[in-house]
């Protein structure tokens, strides 16, 4: 079975950093792309940041620049540094795996001063 787990979100000041993890097992995860989704109250789930197999990025318009995107295969573990943070950037953040369409239960990061 496929399990996901998100950690990390929190409260943070506007211009601060967060790291979030999610680990996963239940497949072989150095073969699959993951990407991170965020989700607003009131506002559509919005794509983040993917990393292929390869370790190729995209990230989203909105974040490129301030986030990175990164993967640990010996770890199972993928990663969102989150730098110079704003508070467009409070959401619930899910990691999701494309290809089986599995997602964590997500981690809340609030920007606030």
């Known amino acids: 079975q496929v399990q996901l787990v998100e950690s990390g979100g929190g409260l943070v000041q506007p211009g601060g950093s967060l790291r979030l993890s999610c680990a996963a097992s239940g497949f072989t995860f150095s073969s699959y792309a993951l990407k991170w989704y965020r989700q607003a109250p009131g506002k559509e789930r919005e794509l983040v940041a993917v990393?292929?197999?390869?370790?190729?990025?995209y990230y989203a318009d909105a974040v490129r620049g301030r986030f990175t995107i990164s993967r640990d295969n010996a770890k199972n573990t993928l990663y969102l540094q989150m730098n110079t943070l704003k508070p467009e950037d409070t959401a619930v953040y899910y990691c999701?795996?494309?290809?089986?369409?599995?997602w964590g239960q997500g981690t809340q990061v609030t920007v606030s001063s």
């Open positions: 999701m795996i494309p290809r089986s369409r599995s």
């Open positions: 990393i292929d197999s390869s370790g190729s990025t």
